[in-house]
């Protein structure tokens, strides 16, 4: 998750530096949670934390660290940084130097990240860090007591050099096809429900769900929602100028799932209309070769 988190990040980024104009010459992002099991790594049971500050830190040849600059994480726990001109980022990496108040999972940082770098575009150089970790004093009663050994990071296919700039809208049974696979990006029909939507919806729909059955969702309010939104999801994912970017995307579906019946389905026919595209939005993807 977290590092899908960057991935949408660094896509929302590319288009406003696109659109806007931005000089900067280094864009930095990553994003920050609370890591409830005390495990050292993501997993469903943690969430991201909003008002951690993050500072970009740099060591000289001696060892010396010179902070470069901060910033704070947002909402979804995501934060970016954009640096003038063109400074070595080869020893450079981002750590938690200060915590929200009143909040319980702070008893401790995990490990400052390094960076790395992902894409150069209009003239600005972009890196990515991995997920910091926060902690609480112990972990979570409901916590697995333990564990298989397992990769700090879950890991997601290749980020697309950058989403279409052309309007595209592609329906559930498009995406059901075998020979539009190649246009799944980020995630894959195996990737599993909570790993793309998260806590809230793995406890609605299990662990085990893929994105794949997912768009299968008949009859049920909640499956019928589930596949509208994996539609929106991977809609969102090929196209910037789809109605739902994919930050509402997962925000929307969350409320969703956490809301009353009735929002829940007002929010599958609101995804059902964006999926549906209009007269000047069709679908625009074309099947694999």
Same mark, same amino acid.
């Given at each position: 998750?977290?590092?899908?988190?960057?991935?949408?990040?660094?896509?929302?980024?590319?288009?406003?530096?696109?659109?806007?104009?931005?000089?900067?010459?280094?864009?930095?992002?990553?994003?920050?949670?609370?890591?409830?099991?005390?495990?050292?790594?993501?997993?469903?049971?943690?969430?991201?934390?909003?008002?951690?500050?993050?500072?970009?830190?740099?060591?000289?040849?001696?060892?010396?660290?010179?902070?470069?600059?901060?910033?704070?994480?947002?909402?979804?726990?995501?934060?970016?940084?954009?640096?003038?001109?063109?400074?070595?980022?080869?020893?450079?990496?981002?750590?938690?130097?200060?915590?929200?108040?009143?909040?319980? $999972?702070?008893?401790?940082?995990?490990?400052?990240?390094?960076?790395?770098?992902?894409?150069?575009?209009?003239?600005?150089?972009?890196?990515?860090?991995?997920?910091?970790?926060?902690?609480?004093?112990?972990?979570?009663?409901?916590?697995?007591?333990?564990?298989?050994?397992?990769?700090?990071?879950?890991?997601?296919?290749?980020?697309?050099?950058?989403?279409?700039?052309?309007?595209?809208?592609?329906?559930?049974?498009?995406?059901?096809?075998?020979?539009?696979?190649?246009?799944?990006?980020?995630?894959?029909?195996?990737?599993?429900?909570?790993?793309?939507?998260?806590?809230?919806?793995?406890?609605?729909?299990?662990?085990?769900?893929?994105?794949?059955?997912?768009?299968?969702?008949?009859?049920?309010?909640?499956?019928?929602?589930?596949?509208?939104?994996?539609?929106?999801?991977?809609?969102?994912?090929?196209?910037?100028?789809?109605?739902?970017?994919?930050?509402?995307?997962?925000?929307?579906?969350?409320?969703?799932?956490?809301?009353?019946?009735?929002?829940?389905?007002?929010?599958?026919?609101?995804?059902?209309?964006?999926?549906?595209?209009?007269?000047?939005?069709? $679908?625009?993807?074309?099947?694999?070769?």
């Amino acid at each position: 998750m977290g590092t899908l988190c960057n991935s949408i990040l660094l896509a929302v980024l590319l288009v406003s530096i696109a659109v806007e104009g931005t000089r900067a010459d280094v864009v930095v992002s990553g994003s920050v949670f609370c890591d409830q099991c005390k495990d050292g790594r993501w997993s469903l049971f943690d969430y991201p934390l909003n008002g951690v500050n993050v500072a970009l830190v740099c060591a000289d040849q001696g060892g010396a660290e010179k902070v470069l600059m901060q910033e704070t994480s947002n909402l979804v726990g995501a934060y970016s940084m954009r640096l003038k001109g063109s400074p070595d980022m080869r020893r450079c990496f981002a750590r938690v130097v200060g915590s929200p108040q009143g909040n319980w $999972c702070t008893a401790s940082a995990g490990p400052a990240r390094s960076l790395s770098p992902s894409v150069s575009m209009f003239g600005v150089s972009f890196y990515t860090v991995d997920s910091l970790l926060l902690q609480p004093a112990r972990p979570m009663s409901f916590c697995p007591k333990s564990v298989n050994p397992r990769p700090a990071h879950p890991v997601f296919p290749a980020m697309p050099p950058l989403p279409f700039l052309q309007p595209s809208a592609c329906p559930s049974r498009f995406w059901l096809m075998p020979q539009n696979r190649c246009n799944w990006r980020l995630v894959g029909p195996q990737t599993k429900v909570a790993l793309a939507f998260g806590l809230a919806a793995a406890q609605k729909y299990g662990t085990d769900m893929t994105l794949g059955q997912g768009l299968l969702g008949r009859g049920d309010l909640y499956r019928t929602l589930l596949r509208e939104a994996t539609t929106a999801l991977l809609n969102s994912y090929n196209s910037i100028q789809f109605e739902y970017p994919t930050l509402r995307v997962l925000w929307d579906m969350n409320q969703a799932l956490q809301g009353t019946p009735r929002q829940a389905i007002r929010q599958a026919l609101r995804f059902s209309r964006a999926n549906a595209g209009s007269r000047s939005v069709t $679908c625009r993807l074309a099947a694999c070769h």
